[in-house]
């Protein structure tokens, strides 16, 4: 949905507005953001559109309005007029198709494929046969990463997508104890609260523990939050929260994963169990991490950064304990969007 | 019951021997994995993976990150996996050339989705190998289910129907489209399915089509139509209905009667031996023999129905163009979904699994048109 009162009137424009400041001056005619359904953070970000299905291009002119280029029904387009900002709408079987009677219709200039690495060949290669001579370059992750820096109305959806996030886990953890009911438990809090996808991961640790993870997404924005639930002492949970905690104290403006992964390490070696700990931006969650390059985990945080920290570690058994929330960078700290008063510990 | 895996490889490697491939290298993009779960069985998180079967020894695969890593070793059926970084998949390459020394014929499934990247670095580093897509080799590989396959859509299809239950009793005026999902989609969760495809539409003859639910609120006289798809341990099964809140009009009552009879002409056709084609003709016969013709057309239409397993939507898509052959223990949704004047967009269908004599439901919610009080 498109709510005024989440998305201010003119917020959208001026996201692509950025953009189309860019392509001014690079000297180029348009950039097109490939989406699917797994992978579309990009194009919600600059009209609120929901990709819901299938695969779809956004194809951004230097000047004028964004445009949709889909494999989606035309019968659908009311719908998605009404919620999101474009009102050029393009349905057809072919991406490429379309792209190239789009880019034909725009006249000469160089065209950037945003993150060119990740497009389907296919389409690419298809798109340069359709436009022979053309000027076609990558662009980079230009738009993932001015994601990564939310704009006042992106801190507070953030919020409060965090904080569903955050009730969605404590829900799973009140009530019947067998995996099932607890993914259902948080899986309704999260859509009572309007979230419009939800993963909840239920898997035991070790009988002596489960672990409830939620990655939730709230208006296109995405937050994660995960708990270990103890049925009984067990000697890897004490440096496993001791460990967390550290890794929350790292934390920080200009810090490293590195620095994370340094924190974490003293408190766990007694324990000689693997383990992994991750700081996913927020922009990077809804592909759990797995569009950053080897670049983008050096980085350090930006201030005003909302982030997801993420322990996981290795049981004897084979199987794992994950602890996780959302932070929003603060200068020195970073404070917790997914917890609560009475979800003070992270055991 | 557990999966025969060395007959699923050996059904794969038949096809692969029919198609002249020396290799199939299954590529999984974060939204369509199902090829890569056909041959490791794991349950996967991770934004891209690959697994590889030659004609000749043992398969591999190739994932994105640990959790991967580690779902591949606890499924069990390839103990040969490998950690690979976007876009370096020189591991996979060097796995290809040592089976293939002198070059071959490699089928890659979703080779339409592979990455630039990843498919450049494959042609450089492969030299004399054919890459062609397999893709259709695939499906038609995974059309025809398994006992065990079979069993999971089965479980998926009881949870289906419960699904259809909760989603009734959630409807009642001034409920929102995302509350009656929300209560929906916690009973299936509840019933233990790890996922959940659904499409939704609330309101009356100016629906045309389905979309994620949004915050209208139910009104009394609305049809409330949905298209819901559990998957559990991987298999989807899906169900259609729509609902009425209150007394149905007149229209809607029509329209019900109207898809109920297109739905049982299209499972009538249903048999080992016949085409896609076949089926889909059957459901829009009902259609034009009403006078309705013209909504069984793309513009109005997408689809009358289609296959499912380990991806809610697979092949055959029901039209009347397709000529695949559906073979004993496909499984296939008949859903002659459409807009018609009588009362906007209308959605009503069954999963069936495809017999030599006809069909097994895989559902027992009754074929009606369903109210909520008002």
Redesign the interface.
Known sequence: ?LDPAEIPPGELERRVGELQSHLRGQGLAAALIYA????SGDISFLTNI?V?WNEALLAVPADGGPALLSKI?R??H??MRA?SSLEDLRSGPNLADLAGHYVGELGPGSIGLVE???????I?EDLQAALPGRDIRDLGDLVRRRRRSPSAPEAELLRTAAGLTGRAVISALDGPPRN??R??????T???G?A?D?S?YCHPSTPEADTVEVVSEYRGYWTSAARVVSKSGTAWAGPMAEAYRAAVSALGSGVTGERVRAAVAGPLAPTGLGW?VDVIDHADLE??G??RS?ADLGEPLGDASVVALRL?L?LPD?S?AVLADTFEVDGDTAHCLTRNGHDADPE | MSEDVGARVQRIRDAMEQAQLDAVLAYAPGWRRENVRYLTGAALRGAFALAYLPARGRAAAFVGNVADEQAVRQAGWVPDVRVVAFPDVRDVAARIRADLPGGGRVGVTQLELMPRAILGSLRRDLGRAELVSATRLMDMVRLVKSAWELEQIRRAGVVCSAGWEAFVAALRPGVREYEVVAECEAELKRLGAQDNFMLFASGGGEVRGMTPPGPRQLRPGDMVRTELTPQLDGYYAQICRSAVLGEPSEGQRRSFELFNEAVQAGLDAVRAGVTAGDVARAENDVFRRNGYGEYTTSRYTRVRGHGHGLHPDEIPALLESDDTVLEENAVIIVHPNTFTPLAGYHVLGDPVVVTRGGYQPLLTTERKLFTAPV
């Open positions: 949905m699917d359904v797994y992978h929901c819901y029904s019968r659908v009311p719908w919620t060119m690495d990740w497009w389907p060949a296919q690419v099932p009911q993914a259902g438990r948080a899986e309704l999260a859509r009572l309007g419009e939800v909840v992994r592909t759990d797995g569009y080897a996981e290795d084979g794992s």
